[in-house]
């Protein structure tokens, strides 16, 4: 019985019909970026005081220009770097009395200026900025900003819980139903964000979307990593996440045009509706339809490829009929990821990996802790970084492999981080080379482990394996912020010692898996923990055809 890779050699392994694929499946990778990052602007914190009753009606009597209401009405105004006291607290006067003067209000009315008493913002907030975000709306300030840490979390535990829920559906019933369901309740949750009528339903329908969000854009991944033959898996895989960094310029521009996050949240979340096309533009994963003994609906979805790719599939492929066919079809089970002892190396060190990678993704981005500055700028220029690690990946992957380039990755930066970490602040002019680097290193570990999970499990357990090991991805995105902030009160750059620790440790264990460039993705369990044993397996079946046919 031919595998599908021996057919995709013959009808095309990349050609118009995986190419056209690979498009459409890139804009649903481009519009997972505003659920994976987006609260950076959806959850903008201006600068910000409280409202006074009677300061403005006062200012304008006395013709006070910004800087000097500042400075007579807020407590702890320094003019530079605003304190808890000046956000979060004001003076206890009533602003409205007469007599008040112009020079010195509160001497006026209290005599001492230093006996002021200060009390809680009990009128609201007024916000430096002329747009709005969840923290203007709903007032995540002050005692209650760990709202908004919240908003975020709650959409890293949806990614956490539906990584394991979608695998499960889209290794028992299909890609192709997983992906249009995960993408209905995904638009359909995003729609109900923006139109949110207060704070806790905003986190509800938030959680909802984190719960098939994730799941989508890897079954995406796993779809177009299962059309395409194994010299074009690194391409496809690389392409597919640079849609992601797309998106990320995308959103910088949208953000920009539209300042008020309702707006922006429409905006973003409107497209997914257009993906419901997949219906009629994408059809069922052969490989998938093969593993289930589905064989006559895998040939004619391999009809509909060499259809596509205007290629004649030979007579002598046309018949996938195995002995077995009408045996039992495997099942995905979580106890299968554990069950044998290389198919189980494999998940630990990939969970590992996975966690790594996302705590020093975004570690990386918090500690930077971009400056008061232009926000859009900031967030360009972060994104700019992840082009130049996707073009060392397209040089350098199908050259040397996956797993020296994955260890390199994460030794450049673990030392970036320790470097950065040693370095005085009088050096910031190498501090911030230093950073990017590793961000650029962090970024290169995140495309090759995209590339390479799918790889390492038989077709029926690959999309359970990818989402169950990427949950540890989540997991890493709800405890950094913790981490970075907790560990920075005891010294600044301790944060970046931990991570070139764990990023070092994770150097050693990817060199533990096997090497996969040009290898056939497995389609059974006996295939994958053999995939240290599977070497030239094309070339020594096309030497063999030579001889027998001389």
Request: include cysteine.
């Amino acid at each position: 019985m031919p595998t599908l890779d021996d057919i995709l050699e013959q009808i095309g392994e990349f050609d118009f019909f995986q190419k056209q694929t690979l498009f459409v499946l890139c804009l649903l990778s481009a519009a997972f970026t505003p659920i994976y990052v987006g609260i950076f602007f959806l959850g903008f914190t201006p600068e910000h005081r409280c409202f006074s009753p009677g300061v403005a009606e006062l200012s304008q009597r006395c013709g006070w220009g910004l800087e000097e209401l500042l400075n007579h009405t807020v407590p702890e105004w320094g003019g530079h770097e605003a304190s808890f006291s000046s956000r979060c607290r004001r003076y206890e006067v009533d602003w409205n009395a007469t007599g008040v003067s112009c020079t010195d209000p509160l001497r006026s009315l209290v005599g001492n200026r230093s006996s002021v008493p200060l009390g809680p913002c009990r009128d609201g907030w007024l916000y430096d900025f002329p747009g709005t975000s969840l923290v203007t709306e709903f007032n995540l300030v002050c005692e209650d900003s760990w709202k908004l840490d919240l908003f975020q979390s709650c959409a890293n535990a949806g990614f956490f819980i539906g990584s394991v829920s979608i695998g499960y559906i889209a290794d028992r019933f299909g890609r192709k139903l997983c992906l249009l369901v995960t993408v209905l309740v995904n638009a359909v949750s995003g729609v109900l964000v923006a139109f949110a009528p207060s704070y806790t339903w905003a986190v509800i329908f938030r959680l909802i979307q984190g719960l098939v969000s994730k799941g989508g854009w890897l079954t995406g991944y796993v779809l177009i990593a299962e059309f395409v033959g194994s010299n074009y898996r690194r391409t496809t895989g690389i392409t597919y996440q640079l849609a992601f960094t797309m998106g990320l310029l995308v959103l910088t521009a949208l953000a920009y045009l539209l300042p008020h996050w309702r707006w922006l949240q429409l905006a973003v979340t409107l497209p997914n509706f257009f993906f419901l096309l997949y219906y009629w533009c994408l059809p069922e994963s052969p490989r998938w339809l093969m593993a289930q003994k589905k064989n006559d609906k895998a040939m004619e979805v391999i009809q509909h490829i060499a259809k596509g790719n205007k290629k004649k599939l030979p007579l002598s492929f046309q018949n996938l009929h195995a002995e077995d066919e009408d045996g039992e079809k495997p099942k995905p089970s979580f106890l299968d990821l554990v069950r044998t002892p290389q198919i189980r190396k494999h998940t630990f060190i990939l969970m590992y990996s996975w966690f790594t990678s996302s705590v020093l993704y975004q570690g990386l981005i918090m500690h930077m802790g971009i400056a008061a500055g232009n926000m859009y700028l900031d967030f360009l220029y972060s994104a700019l970084v992840e082009f130049p690690a996707a073009f060392i990946l397209m040089l350098t992957l199908d050259r040397i492999g996956r797993c020296y380039p994955w260890a390199a990755a994460n030794v450049m930066t673990g030392g970036a981080c320790l470097v950065a970490a040693l370095l005085p602040d009088t050096l910031y002019w190498l501090k911030m080379p230093a950073a990017c680097l590793g961000r650029m290193g962090i970024t290169m570990c995140y495309e090759i482990i995209c590339l390479v999970n799918p790889e390492l499990y038989p077709t029926f357990l690959r999309n359970l394996g990818v989402l169950v090991c990427s949950s540890m991805c989540d997991l890493g995105g709800i405890i950094t912020p913790f981490l970075v902030y907790r560990l920075a009160e005891l010294w600044h750059e301790l944060p970046l010692v931990v991570f070139a620790v764990i990023s070092l440790i994770d150097g050693g264990l990817v060199l533990l898996l096997p090497e996969m460039k040009g290898k056939t993705l497995p389609e059974t369990i006996e295939d994958a923990e053999n995939l240290n044993r599977q070497k030239k397996s094309k070339e020594k079946m096309i030497y063999l055809h030579v001889l027998t046919s001389e």
